[in-house]
């Protein structure tokens, strides 16, 4: 089983890179701290007496090698950027849970049918690029040469990082895996909500990977003087654009599963004594069916019509992005139920409304995760906790979960 006190050491250790005042981490890809992250990660990886190798788009890989080489790989990891005064648990846990699995493996002399490879993937929270996912888009084979022109903000661009970081722009498509060369993706994540922890329960399978929809919602109404133009005339688009966001929280609560968020609002012109003429706010309206999200988003652009024509509002919907929604696989299911019933443990299912590598993984194989409690569903903050009760659960679930995947073919304990 999981060696606890050198799983919640690790990560002690990898908390102290990129570290910031307030104890949360900055590592954002490209940059010394990611690359000293790696680096202490995979010396972890050599401790584990894996393979250690980074491909064509910076990926860190650690292999365990199978008694059939030819045989399909078992993927597991995670990541190891991180946004802006990040916590220490989202990502680095399930790199570290996955390298600390095979570790025990391989001082057990359990050898399975299939190769396991853990996975540090290059920037998957897209931070300083506002384009992330690099390294999962890599390996599934969608990343693009136009998408490596994408800039920080000093104006440069994921191509020069990669220069700048020995890689070559050019090669990403050698990254690519095929489908017949891998059987599944598991990944071991913190919830970054408050699911588990309402259910008292440290652990969860998830049921799927919510998709993204963002949308931009413009309201065209009348200018006028705050204190002489009478309520039963104006044409207030801030007016409007309040109704309608009290429509999006109606409509998203629903049916239990959507959830829908305003983030971003903009009033013109902005005068205390001037009303409102012009507002644009965004959604991200999510779930884990594209069908229920669709019929969700085709009733709030339905009422919300109707709210600003009642008002003499004129509005206009624009698309940002649409993501679709990724089930969890049968396989990866059904690999995480045995582990936990091993471990005496619930089988609940929740769904994640965070993206996460795997989705870009769908297409690639059989994919899904694990999510252990979150305290007070706090995440992307210094505040971000995980008890290492439920970090060492977690990574047993993960253990018996690759080993199920893997096909565990032998089983000699040692005394290393």
Avoid at 98 to 107: D, F
Avoid at 231 to 258: C, F, P, Q, W, Y
């Amino acid at each position: 089983m999981i060696n606890k006190e050198r799983l919640w050491s690790r990560l002690q250790l990898l908390s102290e890179i990129g570290k910031t005042e307030s104890d949360g981490v900055t590592r954002l890809s490209f940059t010394p701290e990611e690359r000293a992250a790696k680096d202490l990660v995979a010396t972890f990886m050599k401790e584990a007496s894996l393979q250690v190798r980074e491909d064509e788009v910076g990926n860190l890989i650690g292999r365990k090698e199978g008694l059939n080489p030819a045989a399909t790989v078992v993927l597991t990891g995670s990541h190891v950027d991180s946004v802006f005064n990040g916590g220490n648990f989202d990502g680095p846990l399930g790199v570290l849970a996955a390298v600390e699995a095979l570790q025990v493996m391989n001082e057990q002399g359990i050898e399975t049918e299939h190769p396991i490879e853990v996975i540090a993937f290059t920037d998957e929270e897209g931070t300083r690029f506002s384009f992330g996912m690099i390294g999962s888009r890599g390996i599934a084979g969608t990343l693009t040469q136009e998408e490596l022109l994408n800039k920080d903000k000093q104006g440069i661009s994921i191509a020069e990082a990669f220069v700048a970081n020995g890689l070559q722009p050019e090669a990403i498509g050698q990254a690519a895996r095929k489908p017949e060369e891998v059987k599944a993706y598991v990944e071991l994540h913190i919830e970054q909500g408050k699911v588990l922890e309402g259910k008292n329960l440290s652990t969860g399978i998830v049921s799927g990977l919510a998709g993204p929809l963002w949308l931009k919602f413009i309201f065209e109404g009348e200018v006028g003087h705050a204190g002489a133009t009478p309520m039963s005339i104006r044409h207030d688009a801030l007016s409007a654009a309040a109704r309608v966001m009290l429509l999006i929280e109606a409509e998203a609560a629903k049916n239990g599963t959507t959830v829908g968020t305003v983030g971003q609002i903009e009033v013109q012109p902005g005068g205390i004594n001037i009303i409102p003429g012009r507002v644009e706010f965004s959604l991200d309206l999510r779930d884990i069916s594209e069908i229920v999200r669709d019929e969700v988003e085709n009733s709030i652009r339905e009422k919300a019509g109707q709210i600003c024509e009642a008002q003499g509002v004129k509005l206009t919907i624009e698309d940002l992005q649409r993501v679709a929604p990724v089930p969890c696989s049968d396989i990866v299911k059904n690999a995480a139920e045995d582990a936990f019933e091993k471990l005496g443990l619930e089988s609940y299912y929740l769904p994640s409304g965070a993206g996460h590598d795997g989705m870009q993984l769908m297409d690639l194989c059989p994919i899904g995760m694990i999510f252990i409690r979150s305290k007070n569903g706090i995440s992307h903050d210094p505040a971000e906790w995980s008890s290492k009760e439920d970090c060492t659960e977690g990574a047993n679930v993960l253990y018996h979960t690759v080993l199920n995947l893997a096909v565990q073919k032998v089983n000699v304990t040692t005394n290393k």
